[in-house]
């Protein structure tokens, strides 16, 4: 079991900037894929940015250039640093973790909300025009 604690949310201005950060609790932190997911209301849950243990990272075409994900291994937290940030990036962000199996061990961290076993409660981030 993964128990995983979101922080950083708030309001800012646009062009702003804010930093997420995701506590988890498991030991073998560095196993999992970690990805940022946000859901706007009445919007559908959208992944935004994950990271595996080699730190190859996989981004929305909405946030490239503007969002950076890291990790911390020894302290076992994920970061999501949020730059220029826009109105639409009004959203509860959450983020999750799973083991990858098989090929998915291969491959960059997926942006499919149903890949993924393990969930924080979420953060909310404010943007205003």
């Known amino acids: 079991q993964v128990q995983l604690v979101e922080a950083g949310g708030g309001s800012v201005q646009a062009g702003g900037s804010l930093r997420l950060s995701c506590a988890a609790s498991r030991h073998d932190y560095s196993s999992y894929h970690w990805v940022w997911f946000r859901q706007a209301p009445e919007k559908e849950r959208e992944g935004v940015a994950g990271?595996?243990?080699?730190?190859?990272?996989n981004y929305a075409d909405s946030v490239k250039g503007r969002f950076t994900v890291s990790q911390d291994n020894a302290k076992k937290i994920l970061y999501l640093q949020m730059n220029s940030l826009k109105p639409e990036d009004t959203a509860m962000y959450y983020c999750?973790?799973?083991?990858?199996?098989?090929?998915?061990?291969?491959?960059?961290?997926?942006?499919?909300?149903?890949?993924?076993?393990?969930w924080g409660q979420g953060t909310q981030v404010t943007v205003s025009s």
């Open positions: 990271i595996d243990d080699a730190g190859r990272t």
């Open positions: 999750a973790a799973r083991y990858p199996v098989g090929s998915a061990r291969l491959a960059t961290p997926s942006l499919r909300q149903s890949d993924y076993t393990y």
